[in-house]
C-alpha cells in the first residue's frame, strides 16, 4: 500500500479546500494510505473529511507562531520570537510587498524554524502554492512530489523568480485549466514539459444528495433569491455585486442577494450596504458545511470575481439547474457559454446589473438556460483518474 501525504494551509471555505475534500471522498483508501497535513486544524470542511485520512498534528513552530509574544517569552523561544517579529514587519515592508507575494515573504522567515516532517512518503502532494509547495519541496522527505496550482498565478501574483527553483524540483505539476496551465509555464518555461491539466473534482451526485437535506433559507422571502459563495476578498467583487444590487433595487425589483463565506473584507463591505440602506437586500449568511441546500433553494447564481482559478462553485450551481451569472474573467468559459448555459457579463456594476435585469425579465431565456444545463454532463469525477496515473507513473 502506497503512503500519500498532502498538504493544504487549512480547510476553511474555499474552492482549493472543497477541491480537496471532493478528491478524498473519491480516493481509493484499499490501495493507498493517505495523511493530511494542516498548517491550522480548523475550517469548515474538516469535519467531513473521510474516515479513512489520518490527519496530523500541526508542526510544533507552526504552532508556537500562532501563540501569544508572552508565552513565547516565558518559554524562552527566541527564534520564534525572531522569526515572528522578522515576519510581521516584513509583510508590511512596501519594496518587499511589491516584489513578493505575502506566502513567499512568510516562507523566507518560517523556514528558518519551521521543522523537517518525520517519515517518508511514496507521494507527497502540495494542493496550493505557497507555503504548502515550499514546505513539500523542502521539509519533506518523498520518493514523488507532486503539487497543485488552482489560481491564476500571474494574477495572484507570485514572484516567479523567487519560485522557480521549488517546482523544478516536483515530479507534477497540476494546474486546474488549460488557462491556469498556459499562465503558469509562461511565467516559469522550464516547467512546462511536467505541467499538466487535471480539473477540480465535481460529484453531481455528492451535489445532489446533500441538496436534498434540511437546512437553507428561512426567512419566508417570496421575490427572487440571488446567491453568490466565496470568500469575502477583493478578488470576488463583492463591490461590483453591491452597487448591481442597489440597481436592481432602484428599478423597483424584488429581489434579495444572499452571500455564503467570511473574510476580511465583511467589515468594510457591511459599511458599504448601511451606507446604501440594502441591509435587508444584501445578506451575508456566514458559512456552512453544506450550502448546496441554498443553492437548490435560489433563483439565480451569480459569481462576480475578477479572478478564479476554476469556479468550483459555478459547475454546482449549473448540477442543479440554476441559472449562472458570471463577470468576464479569464476562466470562466471553460463552464460557460454565453446565452446558452448562463451569461458572461463584463466586469463592472453596471453590467452585473444589467445581466441581472435580463434574466429576472426575460423568462424565456431563464427556461431555455435550464433545459440546457439539465442536458450537460457536468461531473468531473474520471479526472481522479488522472491522479491515479501520476502517483504511480
Known sequence: MKT????????????AEKSLLSLLTLFDYEKYQVDLLLFSQKGL?????????????????IQRQASGVRSLIRNKKFKDLYVRFGRSISLRHPIK??????????????????????????????????????????????????????????VAPYNSDFDTGYYEQFDHIIA???????????????????????????????????????????????????????RLVEAKGYDMAIEACFKLIQQGLKVRWYVIGEGLLREKLEKTIHTLHLENTFIFLGTFHNPYVFIKQCDIYVQPSRFEGFG???????????????????????????????????????ALYEGLKKMLQEQTLRERIQRNLIKENVGTEQEIT???AMIES
Open 45 to 61: 470542511y474538516l469535519p467531513l473529511l473521510p474516515k479513512e485520512v489520518n490527519v496530523l498534528d500541526v508542526p510544533p513552530f
Open 312 to 350: 468550483l462553485a459555478i459547475a454546482e450551481a449549473k448540477i442543479l439547474h440554476k441559472p449562472v451569472i458570471a463577470t468576464n474573467f479569464t476562466v470562466v468559459h471553460n463552464q460557460i457559454k454565453d446565452g446558452e448555459n448562463g451569461l458572461i457579463v463584463s466586469m463592472n456594476a453596471e
Open 386 to 388: 488522472k491522479v491515479y
Open 176 to 230: 486546474v485549466s488549460d488557462y491556469n496551465k498556459e499562465v503558469f509555464i509562461n511565467e516559469i518555461p522550464i516547467v512546462k514539459e511536467k505541467t499538466n491539466v487535471v480539473y477540480d473534482i465535481v460529484s453531481p451526485s455528492l451535489v445532489v444528495s446533500m441538496s436534498e437535506q434540511n437546512g437553507g433559507f428561512d426567512d419566508g422571502f417570496d421575490g427572487i433569491r440571488i446567491l453568490t459563495i466565496g
Open 4 to 15: 500519500i501525504l498532502f498538504v493544504i494551509d487549512s480547510l476553511h471555505s474555499g474552492g
Open 97 to 154: 510587498t511589491k516584489k513578493l507575494h505575502s506566502a513567499q515573504i512568510s516562507w523566507g522567515w518560517l523556514t528558518k524554524g519551521i521543522e523537517k516532517l518525520n517519515g517518508h512518503y511514496d507521494v507527497a502532494i502540495a494542493y496550493s502554492q505557497g507555503t504548502p509547495t515550499y514546505f513539500v519541496t523542502e521539509k519533506v522527505d518523498a520518493d514523488k512530489k507532486l503539487c497543485w496550482i488552482n489560481t491564476d498565478y500571474k
